[in-house]
């Protein structure tokens, strides 16, 4: 994923999978959260996010959105 913030803030990627060659740890079937940290305007904001995996699913749209 390729983010393209407005200036003066430069773009940056990110992408993570579990369950691959590179990185074997599958998550189990279940609900899970993820929380992103980010510095915006110099004070650290977190916001977390709900998902839910089924056995050999895949789920490539979940978004943090600040």
Known sequence: MTVTPSAPCGPFQYHREYGTVSNPIQLLPGSYQITATAKINGKR??????????????????????
């Open 45 to 66: 904001k977190n916001l977390s996010v709900g998902f839910d995996v089924s056995t050999c699913d895949f789920n490539g749209t979940i978004v943090v959105n600040f």
